[in-house]
Nanobody, 116 residues
Framework: QVQLVESGGGLVQTGGSLRLSCAAS????????MSWYRQTPGAQRELVAA???????NYADSVKGRFTISRDNGARTVYLQMNSLKPEDTAVYYC??????????WGQGTQVTVSS
C-alpha cells in the first residue's frame, strides 16, 4: 500500500509563489508516474502536471510557463513549483501516483488559496 503526504499549500497573493511537495512511502513498483491534480467545489478534478519515471512532463495549458513539476526518485517525492499565481489557481491540490500495474494512489490534498 502506498501513502502520499502533500505539503506546502497555503494563502498567497496574486503573483506570488508556492512550492508543493508530495512524499510517497510504502510499496511502489517502478516505473511510476507522479502527477498533481486540483479540484474546486462542484468541479471535476483536473490534471495540472505529470512527470514520468524518465522525466518527461506534461502540463495543463492553463499553467504552462508558470508551474514546474519535478521529482526526486531517491526520495520518492514530487514537487510542484507554482509561480505567478492567479486567483483561478485556488483549489485543493492532490498528488497522484500510478505505479506498475496501473495501481493508483492519491494523497489527502492541500489547499492553495490565491487572493486578489
Amino acid at each position: 500500500q502506498v501513502q502520499l503526504v502533500e505539503s506546502g499549500g497555503g494563502l498567497v497573493q496574486t503573483g506570488g509563489s508556492l512550492r508543493l511537495s508530495c512524499a510517497a512511502s510504502g510499496r511502489i513498483f517502478s516505473p511510476y508516474t507522479m502527477s498533481w491534480y486540483r479540484q474546486t467545489p462542484g468541479a471535476q478534478r483536473e490534471l495540472v502536471a505529470a512527470i514520468a519515471s524518465g522525466g518527461s512532463t506534461n502540463y495543463a495549458d492553463s499553467v504552462k510557463g508558470r508551474f514546474t513539476i519535478s521529482r526526486d526518485n531517491g526520495a520518492r517525492t514530487v514537487y510542484l513549483q507554482m509561480n505567478s499565481l492567479k486567483p483561478e489557481d485556488t483549489a485543493v491540490y492532490y498528488c497522484k501516483v500510478v505505479g506498475a500495474g496501473l495501481v493508483v494512489s492519491w494523497g489527502q490534498g492541500t489547499q492553495v488559496t490565491v487572493s486578489s
